[in-house]
């Protein structure tokens, strides 16, 4: 059964930082990709960020290049989002999700076929 926790969530003023991990179990092997992905209140969720588990390969989403930063630690099973320079638009629910089909990074979320319960970031003065 494969599962996965995200924590580090909370609220923060315009231009703080937050760090959230996604921790994963259960997989039989290192071929996978880690995601990130964003709802906002009233929104379809989006995604965010996203990491190979084997070679470390990244991509972002263009609202979040230069702001954030995914990475792994591949002896905890976990992937972290560093969240910088947070502005009011990144309020919503945080989740991580794992794919065990694709091989490159990618943020369709129809490829990906499991799906933490999310943790919640607050952006507001």
């Known amino acids: 059964q494969v599962q996965l926790v995200e924590s580090g969530g909370g609220s923060v003023q315009p231009g703080e930082s937050l760090k959230l991990s996604c921790a994963a179990s259960g997989f039989t092997d290192d071929n996978y990709v880690i995601g990130w992905f964003h709802q906002a209140p009233g929104k379809e969720r989006a995604g965010v960020a996203c990491?190979?588990?084997?070679?470390?390969?990244?991509f972002y989403a263009d609202s979040v290049k230069g702001r954030f930063t995914i990475s792994r630690d591949k002896a905890k099973n976990t992937v972290y989002l560093q969240m910088n320079s947070l502005k009011p638009e990144d309020t919503g629910v945080y989740c991580c999700?794992?794919?065990?089909?694709?091989?490159?990074?990618?943020?369709?979320?129809?490829?990906?076929?499991?799906w933490g319960r999310g943790t919640q970031v607050t952006v507001s003065s």
């Open positions: 999700a794992a794919s065990l089909e694709i091989q490159i990074t990618t943020l369709r979320e129809h490829l990906y076929d499991y």
């Open positions: 990491i190979c588990s084997s070679d470390g390969n990244t």
